[in-house]
Nanobody, 117 residues
Framework: VQLQAFGGGLVQAGGSLRLACAASGLTVSSYTIAWFRQAPGKEREFVAT????????DYADSVKGRFTISRDNAENTVYLQMDNLKPEDTAVYYC???????????WGQGTLVTVSS
């Protein structure tokens, strides 16, 4: 089972990026999927989550109105659209399933987002 985040990069403040969470060995439609991020020297923090059906979503206050989480179950992928990026959004972004969060310490490969001022 693997989860990999893709799509990070360097962007100026106010810009946009779209991250993708690709899964292998599991079917994302069976899970609630969440995005987390970890900035240098800080703890990993919750960013957004989406239910298995895609009809429910929740966001950290710091990203509400700027980030949008979505899923394409046919592509077995979950996305995080990030608009109006701020320097404080700079972090390594990870995705994970609700099952992993509750039952083990698995974290897949993250993707680095750097927002310049």
């Amino acid at each position: 089972v693997q989860l990999q985040a893709f799509g990070g990069g360097l962007v100026q403040a106010g810009g946009s990026l779209r991250l993708a969470c690709a899964a292998s060995g599991l079917t994302v439609s069976s899970y609630t999927i969440a995005w987390f991020r970890q900035a240098p020297g800080k703890e990993r923090e919750f960013v957004a989550t989406i239910g298995w059906s895609g009809t429910t979503a929740d966001y950290a206050d710091s990203v509400k109105g700027r980030f949008t989480i979505s899923r394409d179950n046919a592509e077995n992928t979950v996305y995080l659209q990030m608009d109006n990026l701020k320097p404080e959004d700079t972090a390594v972004y990870y995705c994970n399933t609700d099952y992993n969060l509750a039952n083990n310490d698995y974290w897949g490969q993250g993707t680095l987002v750097t927002v310049s001022s």
